[in-house]
């Protein structure tokens, strides 16, 4: 139901479904919204669900800035069976089988990932190589060899493993969550875990369950947005995201204007006016609390 007054500038949690590109969910919000004014925070694959973090008019400005924050996952990995994309919806590319691995060596490999890592992401990711997304390099069948990056799992546990024959071939799924830096794959988790076992690895599920304090408790399916559009408030979301400074009257304007502030700081902060009003967001710099980025102006 598209709104029939202005929508409030402010975020869109989505709960994905499977089976659809986060540019589809874009397009649909577009729509629902009735405003060309909506992006994304983050990307999540077509066989992926879960929380997708959307900016809504002024809010799209926001979305940079939760690029950065943790994100969390279930998955579950399958050991025995590599892909060409490092999950289910890739061609099967080795079927080493998993009849040699014990549940105890599973838990062991996954679990060895925590921690600052340098991981090598998926070749069938949205990582520009000379300008040009690395999954479409894949696709008109180029060999894409990419970096290893610095990332950090802050957690990964291992709920169950289960032992079963697919085809004729035995495998190990293994059911996991993790919390995560962004930037990391949990595809290339899977991936790697499976290079260590020497059984191939990729992941037949996958569900983003948090982007910072943006949880599935707050996140609303395509179906619901239909029946009853809703928008995180600027301030709300902000809040929620940042650590927050109360600004005076005369602080408030010079911020709309974009005057640094004899203001203490530790990080990126959202000030606010007396109204409650987001302002922007500053961070401590040379001595004085400097604007990133105002989003109200006057």
Known sequence: MRPSAPVTPGLVVVDKPAGITSHDVVARVRRLAGTRKVGHAGTLDPMATG????GVDRATRLLGHLM??????????????????????GEVSATPGAAGVDEQQVRDALTG??????QVPTA????????KRAYQRVRDGEQVELEARPVT????VVHDVRRSSVEGLEVLDADITMRCSSGTYVR?????AGALLGTGGHLTALRRTAVGPYD????????????EFAVLPLAVAARAAFPAADLDAQQARDVRVGRPLDLPLDTLTGVFDP????????EPREGRARPVAVFVQG
């Open 113 to 118: 990932f925590v921690g600052d890592i340098e």
């Open 124 to 131: 069938v990711s949205a990582i520009k190589v000379d300008g």
């Open 153 to 156: 799992i802050h957690e990964l």
């Open 188 to 192: 290339a988790v899977a991936r790697d």
């Open 51 to 54: 929380v997708l973090v959307l």
């Open 68 to 89: 950065l924050t943790e994100k969390a996952y279930t998955a579950t990995v399958r050991l025995g069976v590599s892909t060409g994309t490092d999950d289910a919806e």
């Open 216 to 227: 599935l408790a707050v996140a609303r399916t395509l179906d619901d947005l239909a029946e």
């Open 275 to 282: 109204d409650g009003e987001f302002l922007a967001l500053y």
